[in-house]
């Protein structure tokens, strides 16, 4: 049997402690979408991941920003949601309000494309990184996409309308005016971690 | 302990890399790919280089350490406040188009904020190199250096020149926001180096000395505030002149002419902030002169 494919990129984040490893995942075109979010709503703890509707997110930075940070509230046991999971979708958010984070920034029923990560805390866990990449890819129904800036813009994952209401940059006029697209996506890219950082601040 | 010698910082130059006198703060005690390194020690912040996410993305953690002189509840309280008050600014002025750091992070219980790391020098030191090598050109032609005051007149001044328009420009920018500093000097400005073919084409055609190339980015907003006061407005340039006269004397004439116009360029509001500046002047002329 040929090795399976994978579908998680495992990344340690700076900063955090050794314990913590963080695995990735961008799926496009998913079908069942409605079938995770139900395992989520059950609280199905085989389905404890971070299921983020790739349409709201404009970088990996990003996404790595809000995996820092729902670690490091984990680490001071502070966290306001189930898990760290769920810690990881309203750090996304640039407020407070838990219920309006998860409905823009976690899976629908209706996503399209999906971002999903999972944390895992040695030596607490027994999960392997390749156990999780079967789990993903028996369960998932959509294209694996590497979880790079050069993928979310190619597969054009990102629902920019939709990032610059949730993160208010609609009345920032001046970046109309920029000429140079990545540049104009590096800025953009930058307010949204400014959001994030000021949430509830 | 390390409370003690808080009050009287060692020079930032005398900090060995490997050894850091005071103990990291919580948020860097986990691994990093690189360790983080000690910058500048403050009276009331410490700055580290260090990476944020990945190895490949560098950031600057500024770090405001309890202060044991201080009640530990009101201490705690300003520490909060300061972070803050710092990170809202710099959010503020980055949606704004005003050129400093990104946000990265915060923490304000914890007394640190994460920010991206702007490369290049502060522009005081790129201004004194350029004053120390031209007045080394001076005096090998022969001329006395220290007598002659830089004007901008000269073919060879345009570098400077071009510099106080654009330092000038960016405080007619943060203002234009409504955003006062509370602490321009040049060493809160950093002069990031243009991006491969990304500098304005300026004119030159011979080899060119890139020493004041670069952008200007405003930084170190811990005693910023929001106002529209042309008052607070013009204490800010006035501050900035004063430091200017003070680190690069030489240059002072020049200073106040180029830097108003750029001030101008960016700002439809400058002349009546200018004219404020002139009494700003005045009473510190004043003061001068009694005290
Ligand atoms: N974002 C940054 N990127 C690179 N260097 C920085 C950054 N912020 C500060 N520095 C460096 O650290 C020094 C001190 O930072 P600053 O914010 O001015 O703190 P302080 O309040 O102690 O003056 C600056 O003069 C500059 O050399
Ligand atoms: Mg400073």
Redesign the pocket.
Known sequence: MASPTKVLETIQLEHVPSTHTVHIGVFKDVENSEFLHQQLLSRNAEFEYAFIDASSVTSRFQVLAAIYKAITIQLSGAMKTPNIHSEIVCSLSPNNNISEAYRRFGITPSSKHLIIAKVLITPQTTLTPSALNEHLLAHVKGMPVPFTDEALQAEQLTDWAKVRKYYKLNNVGWLDGVKDETEKRREMEVLVLGGMALRGL | MAAAVIEEPPSSSSIPKDEHEFPLPAVLTYPSSTPPTLV?Q?AEARLYQTTYLLPSIPSALKYRPPKPWRHPVLDARLTRHRILAEARILVKCRREGVPVPAVYAADESAGWLMMEWIGGVPARVGINEWLRRRKETEEAQGNEGDATPVTGDKEEDKDLVALMRRIGSAVGRMHKVGIVHG?L?T??MMLRPWEEGKGPSNGHTVAHDPLLDGDIVI??F?LASQSSSDEDRAVDLYVLERAFASTHPRAEGLFSAVLESGYREAFKQASVVLKKLEEVRMRGRKRSMIG
């Open positions: 500048t403050g602490d000097t060493s809160n930084i170190d811990g």
